[in-house]
């Protein structure tokens, strides 16, 4: 019966963490509703979904809410069986993604956040930091994936990994055009800098990545209000 997989998603299109259920619900071939949020007038019902955090991305499922992107994934892969798995089979190297999964999130993106909001020492202190994570995680991918970064090709069949990597970093080009430094160095970081261009030519990438002038303004705005608080 339709009414036993009623699926909406609370987020914002600004989001990475909102974007990331996005595409692991596209690419499973989940049908559901997008509920726009608006953090600086929060819904009652996002409220009710998530009175913990009070933040996005939710996923209601059957009236049941589901809070934390990584969480989020791992429910969707878990109830729903059909469509292209999340998660390896393997359990060593499920529980290795789920650890580097987690360090994109907790580690990398939490740095690179830092990057945006700062400037003079803190930022170089950030920006320092932000190389010698990418350097750790190119590392560790190496070791998971010996034979290179897992393979893509046109069918959108996106794993765990490469959807929480795609929606943090996939648009570095408008990280680097907002700061003026290249984050995700080709000869620095080839396997990431192979893996994320790859994944950013599959056509359900494109047709969920916001243009990129929209995300320049965006990430500038972000820049600026964070300077000016830090300032004030």
Not at 33 to 49: A, G, I, Q, T
Not at 52 to 64: S, Y
Not at 159 to 174: A, E, M, N, R
Not at 184 to 205: A, C, G, R
Request: aromatic residues 10%.
């Amino acid at each position: 019966m339709a009414e036993e997989n009623v699926v909406s998603l609370h987020g914002t299109w600004a989001s990475p963490f909102s974007k990331c259920v996005e595409l692991a619900l596209k690419t499973k071939g989940i049908p559901f509703e997008f509920v726009e949020e608006d953090l600086r007038n929060k819904s009652p019902s996002l409220l009710k979904y998530n009175p913990v955090h009070k933040k996005v991305p939710v996923l209601v499922h059957n009236g049941k809410p589901i809070a934390e992107s990584l969480v989020i994934l791992e429910y969707i892969d878990e109830t729903w069986k059909t469509g292209p798995k999340l998660l390896l089979e393997d359990p060593y190297k499920r529980a290795q993604v789920r650890f580097w999964a987690g360090y994109l999130q907790q580690h990398l993106f939490v740095t690179m956040s830092l990057v945006c909001k700062s400037d003079g020492e803190v930022q170089e202190k950030a920006i320092k930091e932000l190389f010698e994570k990418l350097k750790t995680f190119e590392e560790g991918i190496k070791d998971l994936f010996p034979d290179g970064a897992p393979s893509i090709d046109c069918s959108n069949n996106l794993g765990l990994l490469d959807i929480v990597l795609c929606s943090q970093f996939g648009p570095h080009k408008v990280q680097e055009e907002v700061l003026g430094i290249t984050t995700i160095d080709p000869e620095k970081n080839p396997l990431l800098f192979t893996w994320l261009k790859s994944l950013n030519e599959l056509p359900l990438v494109k047709e969920l990545t916001p243009p990129h002038e929209k995300l320049v303004a965006v990430l500038h705005f972000f820049r600026n209000y964070a300077l000016k608080s830090s300032a004030a």
